[in-house]
């Protein structure tokens, strides 16, 4: 029996970790994504509701508050689910006595593989995405203005390369949520190898859901749906 301690420590304590992990992340994501296709409503319908993620909670909790417990939740589940990930492919390749001959990947590693670059191109994004339309780092979003998340998303969204960015993050999201779905499952015993092919479509239309939703919103921009 192992303990509670050392549970984070064995394989299925990892996979338990990356799975719980992810999905806080995909729960963020899809209410990220809920809030931002409020864009189509108009500049203040938008901006009352970055206004209301702040006031959260308010009387009882105060201005922002509930906020940055949210952000301190959402930054752990993030730091927990790199930790597990390369903890796990580290003792992946610890533990393969062959390796393979002509250096030729099967299946499980090129998703690993995607998985890895996935993971990476996410980490620069979501950088580069703070500096853009959180904080408003010059250089990056030189026509930020605080409080006013509408124009900050126009004045990004007015770049090609922006909106490319974007664009090429969301298409790595798409392809992690799909792996990562797919392994919670297994992790969780959903391996039943006669849906597989259910699994998979299901995997796909939840890894596709969120993507798709977000990438309106700069292709709406860049075609002048919304301005
Ligand atoms: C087209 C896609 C996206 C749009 C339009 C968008 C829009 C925004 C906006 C407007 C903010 C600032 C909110 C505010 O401070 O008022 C924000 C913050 C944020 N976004 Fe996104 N986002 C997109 C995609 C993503 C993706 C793919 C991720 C993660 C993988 C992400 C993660 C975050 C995080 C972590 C914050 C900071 C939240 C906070 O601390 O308040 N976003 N996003």
């Given at each position: 029996?192992?303990?509670?301690?050392?549970?984070?420590?064995?394989?299925?304590?990892?996979?338990v970790?990356?799975a719980?992990?992810g999905?806080?992340?995909?729960?963020?994501?899809?209410?990220?994504?809920?809030?931002?296709?409020?864009?189509f409503?108009?500049a203040?319908?938008?901006?009352?509701?970055a206004?209301?993620?702040?006031?959260?909670?308010?009387?009882?909790?105060?201005?922002?508050?509930?906020?940055?417990?949210?952000?301190?939740?959402?930054?752990?589940?993030?730091?927990?689910?790199?930790?597990?990930?390369i903890?796990?492919?580290?003792?992946?390749?610890d533990?393969?006595?062959?390796?393979?001959?002509?250096n030729?990947y099967?299946?499980s590693?090129?998703?690993?593989?995607?998985?890895?670059?996935?993971?990476?191109?996410?980490?620069?994004?979501?950088?580069f995405?703070?500096?853009?339309?959180?904080?408003?780092?010059?250089?990056?979003?030189?026509?930020?203005?605080?409080?006013?998340?509408?124009?900050?998303?126009?004045?990004?969204?007015?770049?090609?390369?922006?909106?490319?960015?974007?664009?090429?993050?969301?298409?790595?999201?798409?392809?992690?949520?799909?792996?990562?779905?797919?392994?919670?499952?297994?992790?969780?015993?959903?391996?039943n190898?006669?849906?597989?092919?259910l699994?998979?479509g299901?995997?796909?239309?939840?890894?596709l859901?969120?993507?798709?939703?977000?990438a309106?919103?700069?292709?709406?921009?860049?075609?002048?749906?919304?301005?």
């Amino acid at each position: 029996m192992v303990g509670i301690m050392a549970f984070p420590r064995t394989t299925i304590g990892k996979k338990v970790i990356m799975a719980l992990s992810g999905v806080i992340w995909v729960g963020f994501l899809f209410f990220h994504a809920y809030g931002n296709l409020k864009i189509f409503y108009g500049a203040a319908y938008f901006n009352a509701y970055a206004e209301g993620l702040r006031e959260l909670g308010h009387p009882i909790l105060g201005h922002e508050h509930a906020l940055w417990i949210l952000r301190v939740v959402v930054v752990a589940a993030f730091g927990f689910h790199i930790w597990a990930g390369i903890t796990l492919k580290l003792r992946n390749w610890d533990s393969r006595s062959t390796k393979y001959v002509k250096n030729k990947y099967l299946h499980s590693d090129s998703a690993a593989l995607t998985m890895i670059w996935g993971g990476l191109v996410i980490l620069f994004f979501v950088t580069f995405h703070l500096m853009d339309l959180t904080l408003g780092t010059p250089g990056v979003n030189s026509a930020f203005v605080h409080g006013d998340a509408y124009s900050n998303v126009m004045a990004s969204f007015s770049s090609g390369t922006h909106v490319a960015i974007y664009m090429v993050a969301l298409i790595a999201l798409a392809f992690h949520l799909y792996h990562g779905v797919w392994s919670m499952f297994q992790t969780f015993g959903l391996n039943n190898k006669d849906w597989t092919d259910l699994y998979k479509g299901l995997a796909w239309v939840l890894a596709l859901i969120i993507p798709i939703s977000l990438a309106l919103i700069p292709l709406s921009v860049m075609f002048g749906i919304v301005s």
